[in-house]
Every structure is written in structure tokens, then in C-alpha cells.
């Protein structure tokens, strides 16, 4: 039950990120897409992308440590 409810809840911060961040993520983790790669696809600079995914990583880091 309990990684049932961490899903859940994972997937509850998921919806939470602004899309920007969301979307990079995404691309990195799940489609395995390197900064360049994710750059390219969506039409921004690789620092943007790094910018992103240091948010969606903060974001997340936060708000697991509260919820465990």
C-alpha cells in the first residue's frame, strides 16, 4: 500500500510543477533525452533547459521530504 500512496503522490506533484518544468523532466527521465536533445526539441537554450529541471528537481526534493 505504501508505494501505491507514494505514486499517488508523486504523481500529485507531477500536477503541481509549472509546465515548463514538468515537460522537461519528463524528456530527461522518462524519454531518457539528453539537455541538448530536450534544447533543440523545444526551441530554447540548453541553459533553460538546465534552469528547469533544477527547479522541477527543487520542487520535488521539497515537497517529498514533507509528505515522508
Known amino acids: 500500500m505504501e508505494e501505491k500512496e507514494f505514486a499517488q503522490r508523486l504523481n500529485h506533484l507531477f500536477s503541481e510543477l509549472p509546465e515548463n518544468q514538468r515537460v522537461v523532466f519528463l524528456m530527461n527521465r ?11 526539441r523545444l526551441g530554447v537554450g540548453v541553459k533553460a533547459v538546465e534552469k528547469r529541471m533544477h527547479g522541477a528537481l527543487k520542487f520535488l ?3 517529498i521530504k514533507q509528505k515522508i
Do not use: L
Not at 531518457?32 to 533543440?40: C, K, P, R, V
Open 30 to 40: 522518462i524519454d531518457d533525452m539528453t539537455y541538448g536533445q530536450i534544447a533543440e
Open 61 to 63: 526534493r521539497e515537497h
